[in-house]
């Protein structure tokens, strides 16, 4: 009995302190995710994430709760053919502990509208999310997917003042999945052994890093000799512009893209949650790379825990350092604009 009394004494004692320490600094739980944003692109996320086994818990949160409700259900009724995860509409309250967020709230282009005009509506709608998120939860490792993708990690970036490889963006991860099962598709080969990049925007600015592109160690050029094509530049510019225009195209023929980011995401957590130092094409703050500063591009960076924790200088060609120069002045020139 005096045994139980000093032990739960001794307990009282520890909750305190583990409430005091919470009150300071709110601990994190990579287990848990949130996703900020349930439309299309959001709610494909949510559900690759919550299919992925990487996490415990995934909360979702939309100024329309009630639509988060509906995808919440409807991801949680085919869980137990996944591994055990709880999805859950909440409030942002409830991304306290989350270990990492996904911002996929925003609005698409309108027809006739500019970009710039959508970016502006989608800062205003992102400066809300901050003021809210960060009020909860500092620790996060923040993943922005909405779009303009790289205006938009700087601007969360800046609006949270959270550390920068903490904020990153889904950046050319998804453009550089196209180009590889576009290259795997014509050459015959799987789409995992091709190594090649898409850097810079994600957008029209954006390019293919072809001088260091090659097929699990053969150089693209030889590959494409040995594979017999004929025209291996006119095919690869093919391949591009394919890629670069790939939004606009599916777009058009069903009014959103969702699989393939929602597939690009749950790449991006895993090496995240798994601590993996994978190298991928996100966007975050370049500092120094290739001459450019102060702007968030996608570029092949180092991805784990932190999440980036070191961007590459892979070799470009002269001329492709001189294209992403100039996609960095583009993303400068539309954020001066904006200001
Ligand atoms: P959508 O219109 O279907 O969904 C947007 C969701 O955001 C809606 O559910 C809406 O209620 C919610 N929302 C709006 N304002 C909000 C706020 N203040 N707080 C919380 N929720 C809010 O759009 P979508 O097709 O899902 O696209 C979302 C974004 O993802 C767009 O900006 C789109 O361009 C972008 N996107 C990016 C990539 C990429 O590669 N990075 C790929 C595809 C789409």
Redesign the pocket.
Known sequence: MIYLIIHSCFFQQETDILLKRKDVSILTNMQKCGV???????ATCAYTLAVSGLFSEVVL????HK?AEGEAADINHGVSFAKPCFVRAGKYADLAECGLIII?????QKPGETRIELLHR?RV?LS??MEQLTAVNRDAVLLI???P?DVLTCMAQQLSGFPAGHVIG?GTV?DTARLKYLVGQKLGVDSRNVHAFIIGE?GDSELAVWSSANISGVDLDDYCRITGVTDPTAMLHQIYENVRDA?YSIIESKG???YG?GMAVRRIAEAIVRDEHSVLPVSSMIQGHYGVDGICLGLPSIVGKNGVEAVLDIPLSAEELGRLQSSAQKMKALIKQLH
């Open positions: 900020i944003g349930v439309g299309f692109v959001g949160v939309d100024m329309n639509k996929a709230a925003g609005a698409n989608n709608i809300s999310i997917v909405s779009n993708v889904s998804l994600h939004a959103a893209t969702y980011i």
